[in-house]
């Protein structure tokens, strides 16, 4: 079964760091390109930075790099100088690195998700 859990969320004051982590099962993490996602209070789910399958990845924003460990089954977010704008449920999502979903932002597309991972950024 596949399985992808997020963990690391939390309260953080404006400009602190904080480390995501989207960990799968149930599939090479190689044959797949993971996304990561968020949703803020009353706003719409939107891309963060994707890890593809192929290799390479982007980043929406310079305060974020995304890293994959195969080894480890895990994704890493990697967030820096976080704004109270930053605040959201964050999630991780999975599809197969032949598709480009995460790419063009299609988050709708994207095949498998975590529940999410809350973050809170606040004084």
């Known amino acids: 079964q596949l399985q992808l859990v997020e963990s690391g969320g939390g309260l953080v004051q404006p400009g602190g760091s904080l480390r995501l982590s989207c960990t799968v099962s149930?599939?090479?993490?190689?044959?797949?390109?993971i996304g990561w996602f968020r949703q803020g209070p009353g706003q719409e789910r939107e891309r963060v930075s994707c890890?593809?399958?192929?290799g390479g990845g982007t980043a929406d924003t310079d305060r974020v790099s995304i890293s994959r460990h195969s080894a480890e089954n895990t994704v890493y977010l990697q967030m820096s100088s976080l704004k109270p704008e930053d605040t959201a449920v964050y999630y991780c999502?999975?599809?197969?690195?032949?598709?480009?979903?995460?790419?063009?932002?299609?988050?709708?597309?994207?095949?498998?998700w975590g529940k999410g991972t809350l973050v809170t950024v606040s004084s």
């Open positions: 999502a999975a599809e197969r690195k032949s598709s480009n979903n995460c790419l063009f932002g299609y988050w709708y597309r994207m095949d498998y």
């Open positions: 890890s593809f399958g192929s």
């Open positions: 149930g599939f090479s993490l190689d044959d797949y390109t």
